[in-house]
């Protein structure tokens, strides 16, 4: 591929965001064409106060465990530092690139900022971003193939696109996943050179914690959705899961942060056309409230504080050396005698 192919290939990429964020737009305005926004602000007040808290709780639940991510990545490029650490940076990171998509780029940016402070080579850093998104993968691969089951396929029957799009997806998942494991298996103990960099290739063990770590991460988020969602509508976990996930996944191929516009605009098409639309919104602006705004003032919070001891840390430490130095007495040099000048 030539250069000019090449930049015209990630200038359509960094595009396609805005296109599925138009087109989601679109779709959402004709869902909820007939609603108000007093509607919408309705639901969201008539969620239940325990609901919220049950959602809160499973969002916190499932932010500990996506920090487990950086914990399997670690243990992928034999290093290790302690858990406060790298609980803190994989919350963080994760907190700030669900927001602003591009998890590479955000989420990796702060990774890079507090494991070389750690002593994690950029080498080792990109070694775990790279981890971290299969782990993200095998999880979301696992939980549409689960779901493909799950979900009663007469949601899709009104939408031929969508109709395709999930047996496409389904069909591309059980690929995915069979491949994956199958390297682990016919590669194994093998090692992949991109550029500068050696990856080794995961064991089918190591493989099968990257796929539940993913899976308990999607279901957790699930969850947040689900107590928001449960007053409004009934729908069994088993098929709500598998919706879901089919929407998330849906979102991050997106290119969109966060999805947004394009995970509201799935979950909407695929519930009964006699569900009330603005309560189902209220739902959905509730658990973007929880499961991402919250949790990013919350990272940022963190940060900061860390970023503000690491500081006064460094002040005692630089106050401390310059108080030694000045307690250390000076060494006296000998004094050199002068000699007598001939004469000439």
Not at 262 to 283: C, M, Q, T
Not at 297 to 304: C, P
Request: charged residues 15%; contains cysteine.
């Amino acid at each position: 591929m030539s250069a000019k192919a090449k930049r015209l290939l990630k200038r359509l990429v960094s595009w396609s965001g805005i296109l599925f964020f138009i087109i989601a737009a679109g779709m959402l305005y004709w869902q909820l064409r007939h609603y108000s926004l007093y509607d919408i602000a309705r639901a969201l007040w008539h969620i239940p106060f325990m609901n919220l808290v049950y959602a809160s709780l499973a969002a916190l639940a499932g932010y500990v465990a996506l920090s487990f991510y950086d914990y399997l990545a670690l243990r992928y490029i034999n290093k290790m530092v302690s858990w406060w650490k790298w609980m803190l940076a994989g919350m963080i990171g994760f907190a700030i690139s669900n927001n602003a998509g591009h998890a590479v780029v955000s989420g990796g940016a702060i990774r890079y900022r507090l494991y070389t402070r750690w002593r994690i080579r950029a080498g080792d850093i990109v070694k775990m971003l790279t981890y971290n998104g299969f782990t993200y993968f095998l999880g979301c691969t696992a939980i549409v193939v689960i779901g493909y089951f799950m979900v009663p396929h007469a949601l899709f029957r009104d939408s031929v696109g969508a109709s395709i799009g999930v047996h496409g997806l389904f069909i591309f998942c059980v690929a995915a996943l069979g491949a994956y494991f199958a390297m682990t298996q016919l590669f194994r103990n093998k090692t992949i050179k991109l550029g500068e960099l050696h990856f080794q290739i995961p064991t089918t063990r190591m493989a099968a914690f990257q796929m539940f770590l993913g899976i308990l991460d999607s279901v957790l988020a699930g969850l947040v959705l689900y107590f928001c969602l449960i007053p409004f509508v009934e729908i069994p976990f088993t098929t709500f899961i598998g919706l879901f996930v089919i929407a998330q996944t849906a979102g991050v191929f997106s290119q969109v942060p966060g999805g947004i516009g394009v995970f509201e605009s799935i979950f909407l098409l695929a519930l009964p056309g006699d569900v009330n639309r603005a309560s189902i919104f209220g739902a959905l602006l509730a658990y973007r409230i929880i499961y991402y705004v919250l949790p990013l003032i919350g990272a940022g919070g963190l940060f900061l504080i860390y970023e503000n001891w690491l500081r006064a840390k460094m002040k005692r430490w630089l106050a401390e050396a310059q108080a030694l130095a000045q307690k250390i007495p000076k060494p006296k040099l000998p004094k050199i005698p002068h000699l007598p000048r001939k004469n000439k």
